[in-house]
């Protein structure tokens, strides 16, 4: 392994401490190196606080050292004002005569400048140390700026024989089939901490009731979203509780005043999918994930609106029901969790 891959990799580490919490902002870390070792090192720890680079600078004890060393971080230092100062500005104030950078930052604002403006003051840069990892570690943030659209996770657990639920027309026939286990439930919970939102469609949320929180992670709750056409959900479900923000997108005007509940009308027609990704982006969500029903998973299937798909398989039949969505892709992930050998897909596009 090359020197600059090691802190590159340090880095790398470094910046996933942010993840879940810098949303719409990139993960990003640093390592400061002076004479063969570590002077210094940082992370964005959360949106609106400082960055990777000045946390690292500032956790430098020996400042004269700084115009001697190298910065390693993983994604190109910001170079406009934002929620805070210019970070390579900063760099080029402190002296820091050598930058490696993971991979240049998409983001408009950014996009090259950065490392151009190092440069033009008289700072050594390299970049593309190991950048296909960086651009794996911020793919969300990464879809949203060169696709403006948000990373699209698809999640549903499903029988070994292909179902995704018996069949119920309404509350009355019952609760959905269990399908997950503790572990698995767990994992969906930490995975929900992570994203910026989750959205369902009108009969999930009438059938099931669901919290759509993190309740069995510790970590922050996503955004709630719910495809609701004509207001067809209760005032007493649970997605109404004002406990999360939420935004219902529907064809009425408006609903009922509710606490932390947000209505946007929108036309259901056969572009509703592609309109509402555009709209969630404005909203600043970076990561959405997609968890029922059924027709909701395939319609972006369909329109090929999905970057990745969770997929659950329980070791049980139902025999009959609800059809899993119908999905093709490239297996890239593959599980088995609990004393039951619970399957754990991840799929992307081809």
């Known amino acids: 392994m ?3 891959e090691k802190y590159m990799w340090r880095s790398l580490q470094l910046a996933l401490n942010g993840k879940g919490a810098v949303s719409p902002n990139p993960m990003v870390g640093a390592v400061i190196v002076c004479d063969g070792k570590i002077i210094g090192e940082g992370f964005h720890r959360r949106y609106g606080c400082p960055h990777a680079e000045v ?11 700084l115009t ?10 910001c170079s406009h004002y934002g929620k805070t100062p210019p970070c390579s500005d900063l760099i080029i104030e402190k002296g820091i005569p050598n930058v490696v950078i993971a991979c240049l930052d998409p983001y408009p604002s950014v996009a090259g400048r950065g490392a151009k403006r190092l440069r033009d003051a008289g700072v050594n840069v390299a970049s593309g140390i190991l950048e296909k990892e960086a651009l794996e570690l911020n793919k969300e943030f990464i879809a949203v700026q060169q696709c403006g659209m948000p990373y699209v996770y698809l999640k549903w657990a499903q029988s070994q024989d292909g179902f995704i639920d018996k069949k ?12 997950s286990n503790s572990f698995t439930q767990m994992f969906v919970h930490k995975k929900r901490s992570e994203v910026d939102a989750i959205m369902v469609g009108t009969n999930t949320a009438v059938l099931d009731n669901p919290r ?7 970590g922050k709750n996503p955004c709630r979203i719910l495809l609701d056409k004509d207001l067809r959900l209760s005032t007493q479900s649970n997605l109404l509780n004002g406990e999360i923000p939420t935004i219902i997108f529907t064809e009425k005007e408006s609903g009922i005043d509710k606490k932390n509940v947000r209505y946007i009308s929108i036309s259901f027609d056969e572009n509703l999918i592609k309109n509402i990704l555009f709209r969630l982006k404005g909203e600043g969500i970076n990561s959405l994930m997609v968890e029922g029903g059924r027709m909701l998973l395939q319609s972006f299937i369909d329109s090929c609106l999905w970057d990745e798909a969770l ?16 999905i093709k892709g490239r297996q890239v992930d593959v599980k088995k ?14």
């Open 337 to 350: 969790w609990g004393s039951s050998q619970q399957i754990y897909l991840a799929v992307t596009q081809d």
């Open 55 to 65: 946390n690292a600078i500032n956790s430098v004890k020996d400042k004269s050292l």
């Open 212 to 218: 759509l929180n993190s309740r069995l992670w510790h």
């Open 168 to 179: 119920r027309e309404s509350v009355e026939d019952g609760a959905p089939a269990i399908l």
């Open 2 to 4: 090359l020197v600059e």
């Open 311 to 326: 997929i659950e398989i329980a070791k049980r039949n139902l025999l009959d029901g609800v059809p899993a969505p119908m």
């Open 68 to 77: 001697r060393a190298t910065m390693y971080v993983s994604l190109e230092p």
